[in-house]
């Protein structure tokens, strides 16, 4: 089984942080540019909360608001549900797939931040090991 270990470790771009101080106008301008769905935010190096495209949408866009006047600590989630290194990716899938999130914080034991992992990064991980037992298995067969 692949862990989130391994997908961490295969990832190219560089983490993007916003502060809970910053304007949603900041947040989303980073989130275009790095082409990204999620920024995590972080006060005094800890996870503080989460802003998602989904935010913009729900929380600005929809209800009016300006986003170079709201804070992110405003509209961000709070209350951040997070994996760890060990959890394998079919765990992550279930978890994401149950609360209906599109990216997960990786923290360690210590609630240090590690990275971030999208359903597009899990979905892709457990594609290529199904591929891998597909293959081994046609091996098999036609040995």
Do not use: W
Not at 24 to 38: K, P
Request: glycine content about 8%; aromatic content about 4%.
């Amino acid at each position: 089984m692949i862990k989130i270990k391994q997908i961490l470790d295969q990832k190219t771009k560089p983490l993007t942080t916003v502060a809970p101080g910053d304007t949603v106008q900041h947040a989303m301008q980073l989130m275009c540019d790095r082409d990204i769905g999620a920024v995590m935010v972080v006060d005094g190096g800890k996870l503080a909360g989460i802003f998602t495209e989904r935010d913009c949408l729900h929380k600005i866009s929809v209800a009016g608001r300006n986003p170079r006047e709201v804070l992110v600590s405003e509209v961000m989630t709070g209350k951040v549900r997070f994996i760890t290194l060990d959890f394998e990716v079919s765990q992550g899938l279930a978890l994401m797939t149950e609360r209906y999130f599109r990216h997960l914080p990786v923290l360690d034991e210590q609630q240090n931040i590690l990275g971030i992992v999208s359903i597009g990064d899990l979905v892709k991980a457990k594609m290529a090991d199904q591929g891998f037992i597909i293959e081994q298995l046609e091996h098999y067969i036609s040995s």
